[in-house]
């Protein structure tokens, strides 16, 4: 078949490189895979490459990678959402670790668009901002004082789940007038910060102060 699996070691076969520089090649094709995903695109990729173990497939082409996403819709009952992420991922780690160009199979692209008709997806509940001022004024700080500061620091620091679980104290400053807090490691690796003030402000300060100080 065509665009069959390549182990790693024989990415490039031209004996006039050095062995060592293909690994090194192979390593970085690899490390372009995204750090904080890289484990969800790997257990994918391994997912796929035992499907193929269990049906005996000895080689990867446009016709199986077909057969698979059909039997991922017709026996695991995926979305059409959930296909297009698989697609997405596979496609890395196939180029990454095989030496497979999947944004090639143009055919398979048209049969994921094709199961993508009729699909529609669920439509997010949004938070508006009348709802995050009526949650923080009327809500026991009893019982939800911890739930309001994760709400505050993550609408207004656009932060990810976790972002929001790896801030420290010594990511924020308390100005007296309002909280000063930095992300230093973003999905993006861009550090950014942002600025909690006025009654908002107050709420986290009561947190911080019912907090133990070691």
Same mark, same amino acid.
């Given at each position: 078949?065509?665009?069959?699996?390549?182990?790693?070691?024989?990415?490039?076969?031209?004996?006039?490189?050095?062995?060592?520089?293909?690994?090194?090649?192979?390593?970085?094709?690899?490390?372009?895979?995204?750090?904080?995903?890289?484990?969800?695109?790997?257990?994918?990729?391994?997912?796929? *490459?035992?499907?193929?173990?269990?049906?005996?497939?000895?080689?990867?082409?446009?016709?199986?990678?077909?057969?698979?996403?059909?039997?991922?819709?017709?026996?695991? @009952?995926?979305?059409?959402?959930?296909? %297009?992420? *698989? %697609?997405?991922?596979?496609?890395?780690?196939?180029? /990454?670790?095989?030496?497979?160009?999947?944004?090639?199979?143009?055919?398979?692209?048209?049969?994921?668009?094709?199961?993508?008709?009729?699909?529609?997806?669920? @439509?997010?509940?949004?938070?508006?901002?009348?709802?995050? /001022?009526?949650?923080?004024?009327?809500?026991?700080?009893?019982?939800?004082?911890?739930? @309001?500061?994760?709400?505050?620091?993550?609408?207004?620091? /656009?932060?990810?789940?976790?972002?929001?679980?790896?801030?420290?104290?010594?990511?924020?400053?308390?100005?007296?007038?309002?909280?000063?807090?930095?992300?230093?490691?973003?999905?993006?690796?861009?550090?950014?910060?942002?600025?909690?003030?006025?009654?908002?402000?107050?709420?986290?300060?009561?947190?911080?102060?019912?907090?133990?100080?070691?």
């Amino acid at each position: 078949m065509a665009n069959n699996v390549v182990p790693e070691s024989d990415i490039d076969s031209d004996d006039d490189i050095p062995s060592e520089m293909r690994l090194n090649a192979s390593k970085n094709f690899q490390n372009l895979l995204p750090g904080k995903s890289k484990e969800k695109y790997l257990s994918f990729h391994h997912e796929f *490459r035992g499907w193929m173990d269990k049906n005996n497939i000895k080689s990867c082409d446009e016709l199986i990678l077909t057969v698979y996403f059909s039997y991922l819709q017709d026996e695991k @009952k995926f979305m059409s959402s959930t296909l %297009w992420s *698989r %697609w997405f991922m596979l496609k890395s780690t196939l180029s /990454a670790y095989d030496n497979i160009n999947v944004s090639a199979f143009k055919k398979l692209k048209a049969y994921l668009k094709k199961l993508n008709k009729g699909y529609k997806p669920k @439509k997010s509940k949004i938070l508006y901002s009348e709802d995050l /001022a009526k949650f923080c004024i009327e809500a026991d700080d009893k019982i939800h004082l911890a739930n @309001k500061v994760i709400l505050i620091v993550g609408v207004f620091g /656009a932060c990810r789940r976790g972002e929001l679980h790896n801030i420290t104290f010594d990511e924020v400053e308390d100005s007296g007038k309002g909280l000063f807090i930095s992300i230093p490691e973003t999905k993006t690796d861009v550090a950014r910060s942002f600025i909690i003030t006025n009654d908002l402000y107050g709420i986290c300060r009561k947190y911080m102060a019912l907090r133990p100080t070691t």
